[in-house]
């Protein structure tokens, strides 16, 4: 995939239907759970150099990428003078043939 087409392929139009990394490259969700908030997830998918996978994005097709992850509460807004609650993760997936 061309780095400016990662997301999701055709057809692939929510999460039941992805199958592969790339497709969740652009998805967001936004869930309610009661007691506890709203929340949203937000997901970023691009090439990295498997040497560095914490380098930035990288503009050329690699066979290593990196999957940026970042959830937050949305509603109800923290306390004054509060932060924001917020995890934020990467994970990376390598396409590699060893024979």
């Known amino acids: 995939t061309k780095p400016d087409e ?3 392929d055709e057809g692939n139009f929510d999460i039941s239907t992805f199958n592969d990394f790339d497709d969740f490259h652009g998805y967001s969700d936004t869930t309610h ?6 929340y949203v997830a937000e997901f ?6 498997p040497l560095d996978v914490t380098e930035k994005i ?12 970042k959830i937050w509460r949305d509603h ?4 004054s003078g509060g932060g ?16």
């Open 44 to 49: 970023e998918v691009y090439y990295v150099n």
């Open 58 to 69: 990288s503009n050329s097709r690699r066979f290593t990428k990196r999957m940026n992850l």
């Open 76 to 79: 109800p807004p923290p306390p």
């Open 6 to 8: 990662l997301g999701p």
């Open 33 to 38: 759970l009661p007691g506890l908030g709203t």
């Open 84 to 99: 924001i609650d917020t995890l934020r993760m990467f994970t990376v997936m390598g396409y590699f043939n060893f024979q």
